[in-house]
């Protein structure tokens, strides 16, 4: 049974979702106002895999996550390229789907932005004036955190001690330091909404209570997002959310980890980020996704280059795994080998299957997949005749299908993933194989090594087999 840790409960708890046929799930999105780092591309490929994984378990998953379209910062970058708001937006909207494409996040069943429910949030905002927990202050509207007596709970704060240790708050239009803006007056050179109390634009942490309420209804299953989101913004929705419908805004509250480059936090302020087109001119979308895996989502995440490059050579070795297979000739060996391949396709089964609904756990889940490798090789290496091989291919298919359904790793053939590495065009490379097997043909061994070795140099193995030569892509990061 698959298992999640809750942040609300600090423990891993069994996953029972209000309708097992339609799981709900809110994931916090990018505020497009610039390219996507990756801490969005961790936080897009755990909850990838979260959803994957539910699916994979028989549960059909309908997925929301939004986009962010009216914030400090887009008006900021408006204001300061003198384009309009909108326009910025689309162009990072289309920039994110495209990054999360070549990292193969599925799309989400539902995108919304936030402006396309303006009208919403001035409905929740008038209930939660009228009920008590917000007030109108000077044409902007505040929630009222003391009026809801749980404030803190998911990020395991007391309300007393978050008071006493508040900074002064200059803003004299608030009740209390800690109560937040449900709704903006509108600024100079601001986009802005007309309200009953005058023009103004949404404060942050409305704008998801809203989208999840009004796409999946209320609770939902599970709603998610990085941990800087815990407080206050996770925090927040609870407040304003649970306090309009008076029950439990998610069932099940799940946080990524943080990305460090060199031990301190990812960010913007640091000048330490990494955007996900950046490291994609170095490796394969594939490798970044296989590294983002390596580690628990929970856990912190330890970016270096060399850590990339391990993964690349990882890739590596699964699918020169898949080429050996395909390659691979019978032998007339008398043993038959089924017995050794049903237990190491159970084994594997049975290592994926407890690792994935041990809270998602991919370090796991990758150890059972090369595991799995290792005894593959250990066959073939072993010679196998021709019912077995078979066996084996068909047992690596399925094997194979599974890790691509929860993964979405291992997805290609040897011969697309080696094709993908090459540093010169392929028909230079089959043009110099048939060079040197005429230069073997005529026994003309120092020009066959010659071309060989120039091979190599291109980061390409030539392998000599019975039924022909072929080629393979090596990493030339000498790892």
């Given at each position: 049974m698959l298992h999640i840790y809750n942040t609300m409960t600090g423990k891993k708890e069994p996953f029972r979702p209000i309708d097992k046929d339609n799981v709900q799930m809110y994931v916090c999105g990018v505020t497009v106002y610039d390219l996507c780092h990756i801490g969005h591309a961790r936080s897009s490929v755990a909850f990838d895999v979260a959803r994957r994984a539910m699916e994979w378990l028989g549960s059909?998953?309908?997925?929301?996550?939004?986009?962010?379209?009216?914030?400090?910062?887009?008006i900021r970058k408006s204001n300061e390229t003198g384009r309009d708001w909108q326009e910025i937006t689309a162009e990072f909207i289309a920039a994110h789907n495209d990054d999360m494409d070549r990292l193969g996040i599925l799309r989400p069943t539902h995108a919304p932005q936030a402006t396309d429910f303006i009208p919403d949030m001035l409905d929740l905002c008038t209930r939660l004036i009228d009920s008590g927990h917000a007030y109108e202050s000077n044409g902007d509207v505040y929630y009222r955190v003391n009026s809801f007596k749980e404030y803190g709970k998911l990020s395991h704060r007391n309300l007393d001690d978050l008071q006493a240790g508040a900074r002064v708050d200059l803003n004299e239009q608030k009740e209390n330091s800690l109560d937040f803006a449900l709704w903006k007056s509108a600024k100079p050179n601001e986009p802005s909404w007309q309200s009953p109390?005058?023009?103004?634009?949404p404060g942050w942490h409305i704008e998801c209570s809203v989208m999840s309420e009004k796409i999946l209804g209320s609770p939902i299953d599970i709603h998610g997002g990085g941990q800087d989101l815990i407080f206050p913004h996770h925090e927040n929705e609870i407040a304003q959310s649970e306090a309009a419908c008076g029950h439990e805004f998610a069932n099940l509250w799940m946080h990524n980890g943080f990305v460090n480059i060199n031990k301190e936090k990812m960010s913007k302020s640091l000048n330490n980020f990494l955007t996900i087109r950046d490291i994609l001119k170095d490796v394969d979308p594939e490798v970044l996704r296989l590294f983002?895996?390596?580690?628990?989502?929970?856990?912190?995440?330890?970016?270096?280059d060399t850590k990339?490059?391990?993964?690349?050579?990882?890739?590596?070795?699964?699918y020169t795994f898949k080429d050996e297979l395909k390659h691979a000739l019978a032998s007339n060996k008398a043993k038959d080998s089924s017995a050794e391949i049903d237990a190491i396709a159970t084994k594997f089964?049975?290592?994926f299957k407890t690792a994935i609904e041990d809270d998602f756990n991919t370090p796991a889940a990758i150890a059972a997949i090369f595991d799995f490798i290792r005894a593959g090789n250990k066959l073939l290496m072993d010679k196998l005749n021709a019912?077995?091989?078979?066996?084996?291919?068909?047992?690596?298919?399925?094997?194979f299908a599974d890790i691509e359904r929860v993964l979405y790793v291992a997805h290609r053939s040897g011969e697309e993933w080696f094709a993908s590495l090459l540093m010169v065009p392929e028909s230079e490379v089959l043009t110099?194989?048939?060079?040197?097997?005429?230069?073997?043909?005529a026994k003309d061994f120092a020009q066959a090594d010659k071309i060989r070795a120039e091979l190599t140099e291109k980061g390409v193995e030539i392998i000599d087999t019975p039924t022909?030569?072929?080629?393979?892509?090596k990493s030339m990061r000498g790892l």
């Open positions: 059909p998953v309908t997925f929301v996550k939004n986009f962010t379209d009216i914030d400090d910062k887009i109390w005058g023009a103004g634009r983002l895996l390596t580690t628990h989502y929970r856990q912190p995440l330890e970016y270096a990339l490059y391990e993964a690349e050579s990882s890739l590596e070795r699964i089964n049975t290592d019912e077995s091989l078979e066996k084996l291919r068909a047992t690596s298919d399925v094997i110099a194989i048939d060079a040197r097997n005429e230069a073997r043909k022909g030569t072929r080629y393979r892509t």
